[in-house]
């Protein structure tokens, strides 16, 4: 198991180097377009819905992600050696204490990090989510993550709706998870 975390590690560190000017897919979504009559057009959007895997907290405790259905949910794959990971902590952690009563984040440690440094990690940012140490369950859940930080967006029912490569930020959770806050009164 360590050596394929180690191979995990290092996959994710050679990814995480590709330029910024390569354009990164967003979650798969699609759209259906269906003709009710010639005049009218009717558009739904599809999502992935997450399968259920099991996995173990930092205390050794085992949960399964259904567990969190009826929330949203970020899965945040990241890395203590990561910077943009680094960077991001802040606004998770705010948007996860200003909206815990119907928001949870998993914080998936992405390999390589041994639990000492994950503490020390989470003490030093004042991290109050959940952190999931690296795993075999939770290094395939959402498919290979290609560069960190890599985010996903879960709505309650338990759908994929967004995913971010690179840095999310308090606007992007709010704006997925509050979309009301960014209506305009006319």
């Known amino acids: 198991m360590k050596k394929q975390q180690l191979l995990s590690a290092l996959a994710l560190t050679l990814f995480s180097s ?34 259920d895997f099991s996995f173990y907290d930092m205390q050794g405790v085992t949960h399964k992600f259904s567990d969190y259905k009826g929330k949203w949910i ?11 990971c680094r960077a991001e902590v802040p606004d998770i952690q705010e948007f996860y204490e200003k909206n815990k009563a119907k928001f949870i984040v998993l914080g ?14 989470k003490k030093e940012f004042g ?12 290094l395939l859940a959402f498919g290979v993550v290609m560069a960190i930080p890599t985010s ?15 840095l999310i930020t308090y606007d992007d959770l709010d704006f997925n998870v509050n979309p009301q806050n960014f209506v305009k009164d006319k």
Not at 30 to 50: F, I, R
Not at 74 to 84: I, K
Request: hydrophobic share 30%; with cysteine; proline share 9%.
């Open 18 to 51: 590709i330029s910024a000017d390569t354009p990164l897919p967003k979650a798969k979504s699609t759209t259906q377009t269906t003709k009710q009559t010639p005049a009218t057009v009717e558009k739904k959007n599809t999502y992935d819905q997450v399968s």
């Open 74 to 84: 970020l899965v945040n794959y990241w890395a203590t050696y990561c910077p943009p």
């Open 108 to 121: 998936m440690d992405a390999g390589g990090t041994d639990d000492a440094s994950i503490r020390a990690f």
């Open 127 to 138: 991290i109050t989510y959940p952190i999931i140490p690296a795993q075999e369950s939770t």
């Open 152 to 166: 996903y967006i879960i709505n309650p029912q338990g759908e994929i709706i967004d995913k971010y490569v690179g």
